[in-house]
């Protein structure tokens, strides 16, 4: 088991592909995303208008080393100056997998 | 007359489905749409008022009349945003402004085909090429909005902070130039967006299959009346919450949402009777184009082009109020005073 | 006769499609129907049944057998509780007994549509107030079986437990009252859940919009048929699904599940026969509107207004027993009593 | 970053929309609900019957700070005292974000 | 004349909207069809095939050329995946091969549904039991491809690391025998597939109810070519994605991908006329099965059976490759050689 | 509140059948489901191809003590070897409920 970051982003569904391509340069070893989600934060209840696809949010999460955490970190912090959305970081412990 | 056909349009089953969706609404039923459902409905009256418009294409000749609507059409798409930009901005910011503008100079689909609807019911005939235009008119706007919004905010100097927001979502790394908007991207979107190319690709093989195409879609299109109903249905529940979560100023908003269709019907109804001299049938479909304003794709367009307008303004004014008042009240509306005119 | 008339329901193609559905469980099939096709088989059957039945209203009269008709439908939803209330008491606790009873005294539209199906196949005409009937028959056992709850449950002392439930969800802090029912909420769910809303407004779109707005909906009503035996396969796979996890007493339920709906079936005809006068198609929709249970809208309320009751109870014996029993051999056994009684 | 603490509940569809009401009580900064989910709880497998709208859940999550979690947590333990469900609470770093 | 007949299949709805599918993966639209829709699709085109082929062999005898029809299918689907096996085996790894294999001796039912509307169109007529035949023949090369895999990879010694991966997933404990294969489960998953249940399930539907049964399908059946359409759509973005992600010996795939199914295909047709003698709808039927390679229940089968097989190499090839290949050339190529060669 | 471990699995759609099999041999006391995710890790993107069933992974999570986390840890060791998917630990506590 390798001591690791969860990152978790939940982010306006219109910026996802730019954030993703942002990852892979970043670096990341991988990533889930999640579809289809309904919610509630500062800009107000978000499954009001799922017809208008500006609305829509998805989460994410990623899971990776600190100083890969540290780098997606530092870039959501500019984007969420813009967007609507949020990030949070906990600890995992990943299991090692060597493929056979 | 008048009172009469806007009875006749309200009686009929897709604006009482409209209605139903918005009585679940204000009563706070639980009654749904799965979203997948509404994306097929979508997607379905695209690609049979595509397939039907290039049909009828196929049965008809080119004439001048048609390339200079569909070029009438490109000129209003352009024209609109800029009137509507100048209007808006007494109550809004530059990006606010821009991309509710925008909005106004492309087209709403569904407005579009119930008219289509309306029409067919009172066995009015129109022309394939219709299709084509609506295809044209979805996107200029989305073009015109972003230079709006380029060109005033520059001037205001606030342009600095949208290009800290692309800059953002780039990681810092910003590409060759330095201006915010990357065009290519925004391009491509607005031209092969899924609607658009769904519309003029069902338009094109409608066109070629010509009529053994169509034998073998007209079952498939017997079902047109019913998909509407049931997508006004969904739209009547969506429109009814985009109506509750108005903000800002919302008499101005009102005002704005049914004034600013009319005005543009009344253009748009001139130019088909002193320019154009279309049919009453295109007449009413130019003027539904003109009229009616876009909630899907171009507040996520604009999302994407100007961050820092807020979707929470541009969508419940075209969706909330823009959209029922055209389809409950503008489509007879217009239609009245364009056979009044022809006449 | 009657094998034969039940034979002939056994091989019609929804009949036969919900025995592949249940028969795919049976043999662990991947076979599954995505949930968003599922929600909108529902919601086309209720748009074009209610439709189809405002349709009829509307070149029928109000005579006084609909009204009289109408009105033994509201008092045999608020009676077929009561009576199976007692029966279930002698097996299941309270709760659970109210909550079961409360299924049987509403309908499942299915098994109405199902029954419509089998009119239409044999061609026995039936009125479009049948559809008014079902829809008023929704929800006055959801009333019943809370109230039936409260008084029974309050007499055992059980209620405060009730009480708490309800004050935990709501954070500790109870409204102005103190009884556990909201039942300002539970009569609004009940009377504006989304079924009973489509139902009802598409039975009025359906009566306003009369012969013009059928004949646009006609075709997307041809589909019906198709997308019946589509629902039943998938209700096919749920009630299996469901049949296996039956728990508790399972000969009881058994029993039940299948001699209730028969008794009220029975009770239905005799009404008909010796009360309202009915037409023959008119005769077996009563009937199985009686016979019938709820295995949606009710067993949800349920979980709401009596959170103690539980529902794994509930819906295997609606969905797993009695659906299947009247589908299969109920609608061609009442249809056999009523054409021998009406002769 | 701000230590913060994620609330994850899972509990009956038909209960969310008080659950989401008490939570805007209790003045949650905001919440996000997956929709869609299965799953096997000590009131046994839950996507027997996705027909039977009673056994649905819902998985939602929080990211609040100490005093709104232990809020939630003592609401969720009356809640699940009579619901089907399940509550469980860990440790997050929240990218504190202020808008341009 | 070969060029006009592929012309016109070109140029038919369904194929053109696969193009359109596959230009928006060019262009990069975001055009995407929800997956529950697509779910739907492959439902009611199995459901219609199925209950159309149960009708139309309701009406016919059961002949010897059936019979032998429906043998030569069995063979024909344990014989293919045996030299492509070893024509793979010159590039790939057993189980890779084996896995790749086994798809081009099983079926694609979108292939054949779209050979069957290619008949229809040109009102050629064909036999019901052909859709038996596809049945029957979807399972038996998942069988066959395991066998091969588990004969030469006990040659080779590589057996053990399968065992490994089927004990790592039991959780270390292995059932009673060593082998790595349960067939128990293989066989109930192949023969008990959904899709296949589904089939075969119609088929007997439509099959038992006859004609009273089909009359109330037929306005569900309308909408085939309709819905063939939008599946094709579908496929078209599919495809294009897939043909993207192609990797390992590209050229080699490209070759195989197109010659397999030709060859396979003259092999059918040969058959077709010099041993079975059936009709030319029936050859034709015939050959798009022996040519078609699955693509959704062969690898799936094969990812549970043959872990080390990587899906992203069988997947791109069947559908990328062979299902357009087929599609837009096969069928009216092979229609082509069999008309020539039956006059 | 009890310490316990969140175990989250990401793994092929068509595996999930025997993982959930032998969770339950393991006696894990819940488990939940989220379907419909799409993702990336060492081997590509995985929603190329929705249509291809092969591709579809499945994220599920298990709430449960230290012991049970470290079985289904060995357990999913032994299956990512062979299998595509991720899987990692990371602490919660659990809200215990007692049915009233
Ligand atoms: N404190 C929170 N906990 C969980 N989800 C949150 C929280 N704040 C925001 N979100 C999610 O992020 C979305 C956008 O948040 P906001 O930009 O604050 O409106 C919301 O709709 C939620 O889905
Ligand atoms: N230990 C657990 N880990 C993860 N999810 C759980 C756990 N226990 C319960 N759940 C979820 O909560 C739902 C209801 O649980 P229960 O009320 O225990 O039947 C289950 O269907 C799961 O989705
Ligand atoms: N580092 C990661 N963080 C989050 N999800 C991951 C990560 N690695 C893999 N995954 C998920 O597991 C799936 C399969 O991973 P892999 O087997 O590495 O291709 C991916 O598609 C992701 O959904
Ligand atoms: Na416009
Ligand atoms: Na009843
Ligand atoms: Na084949």
């Keep these: ?100 | 007359m008048d009172l009469k056909i806007i009875l006749d349009n309200i009686l009929s089953p897709p604006i009482l489905f409209f209605f139903l969706g918005a009585f679940s609404v204000a009563v706070k039923s639980n009654l749904e749409i799965p979203h997948a459902l509404a994306q097929f409905f979508t997607l379905y009256l695209l690609m049979d008022i595509g397939f039907k418009g290039g049909h009828e294409l196929s049965t008809s000749q080119l004439t001048p009349t048609i390339l200079s609507t569909l070029g009438a059409c490109m000129i209003m798409a352009c024209l609109v945003p800029i009137y509507a930009y100048f209007t808006l901005r007494t109550k809004f910011s530059v990006e606010n402004s821009a991309a509710i503008a925008a909005t106004y100079g492309s087209v709403s689909a569904v407005t579009f085909v119930s008219a289509v609807s309306f029409l067919t019911t009172i066995k009015q005939p129109f022309g394939g090429h219709m299709v084509a235009a609506m295809a044209l008119m979805e996107s200029p706007a989305i073009i015109i909005g972003v230079i709006i919004y380029q060109f005033f905010s520059a001037k205001e100097l606030q342009k600095i902070k949208v290009d800290e927001a692309e800059l953002a979502l780039s990681g810092g790394k910003m590409e060759h130039n330095h201006t915010a908007i990357n065009w290519n991207h925004l391009l491509s979107d607005a031209f092969f967006n899924g609607s658009v190319l769904l519309l003029l690709g069902s338009l094109i093989i409608g066109y070629v299959t010509g009529k053994p195409g169509w034998k073998s879609f007209e079952s498939f299109d017997a079902l047109f009346k019913g998909i509407l109903a049931f997508y006004l249905l969904d739209n009547g529940i969506i429109a009814a919450r985009q109506i509750r979560s108005l903000q800002g100023n919302v008499i101005f908003l009102l005002c704005f949402g049914t004034l600013m269709p009319l005005f543009n019907a009344i253009v748009g109804i001139l130019i088909c009777k002193y320019i154009l001299g279309t049919s009453i049938g295109d007449a009413l479909l130019f003027t539904i184009l003109c009229a009616s304003a876009s909630y899907i794709a171009v507040p996520a367009a604009m999302r994407l082009a100007i961050p820092k307008a807020n979707p929470a303004l541009t969508v419940p004014v075209a969706l909330g109020i823009t959209f029922p008042f055209n389809v409950i009240f503008g489509i007879p509306l217009y239609y009245f005073i364009i056979t009044s005119l022809w006449k």
């Design chain 1, 1 to 100: 088991m390798i001591k690791s970051k969860k990152v978790e982003i939940i982010v306006e569904s219109v910026k996802v592909n730019k954030i993703v391509y942002q990852l892979e340069e970043i670096g990341v070893p991988g990533f889930t995303i999640v579809g289809n989600i309904s919610g509630k934060g500062s800009t107000g209840v978000l499954d009001h208008a799922r017809k208008a696809k500006v609305f829509e949010h998805t989460y994410l999460f990623i899971v990776c080393d600190e100083e890969h955490a540290q780098a997606i970190v530092e870039y959501m912090r500019g984007v969420l100056k813009y967007f609507s959305g949020s990030c949070f970081v906990s600890d995992v412990l990943l299991l090692r997998s060597e493929k056979a």
